[in-house]
């Protein structure tokens, strides 16, 4: 409710009277876990995700009500999937950071395919009998054949772009094809009254 907003913009407002850089970033394919990682990793820093206009309200909207100079230029990224982070750490330093964070994670059902996969026809080493029952409820065309699993048609279970089913995520599960990246892309960067795009 409102007691929380206020708290946020609080927050916020300390973590900019207490650290040097502030930068904005968009998230691609989020996971909480993946976010984990970075908190731990910028534990000497501060990571605020909420909702995007309390974050810009704390910064300021105009140029009147920016809580220090220009960072309503700033305010203006706060759209979509994005955060906030707050940090004495170089710029450089900062960059390099989430130019090389990446964490690649199973899709989930209903969102786009990144990839064409097909299961091909032939023996299914990697499973053993008992997996049958599931691999048949999954959409393959399966058979046992003295006790080896045979698929017996190259079965499309994803096409790049089209909406993934329950069943094609499960598959790619027990394939163990990791098919998004987990990424976090820099917009922007404030510092001693200075805010600058990042491309």
Known sequence: GMEHKEQLVE?????????????????????????????????????????????????GRTKEDSYKDNLYKVARRLTGSCGLLF?????KEVKEYFSEFEVS????????????????????????HEMMDQLTKLGLPIKL???TL????????????????????????LWDIKSIQFKIFLTSHWTDGTARAIA
Not at 15 to 41: G, I, P, S
Not at 87 to 91: E, P, Q, S
């Open 150 to 173: 045979l698929c017996l048609a190259d079965t499309i279970v994803a096409k790049e772009g089209e909406s993934l089913t329950p069943q094609a995520t499960q598959l790619m599960k």
């Open 87 to 91: 940090t004495n750490r170089t710029k």
């Open 145 to 147: 054949d003295r006790g």
């Open 11 to 59: 927050n916020i407002r300390a973590a900019l009277d207490e650290y040097t850089h502030c930068f904005t970033f968009d998230l691609a394919n989020l996971r909480t876990t993946h976010l984990t990682q970075v908190r731990k990793d910028f534990a000497d820093s501060r990571l605020f995700m909420g909702n995007n206009k309390v974050m810009a309200v704390a910064l």
């Open 105 to 128: 994670d199973f899709a989930r059902s209903g969102t786009p395919s990144t990839l064409d996969w097909t299961v091909p026809k032939g023996p299914l080493h990697q499973f053993g």
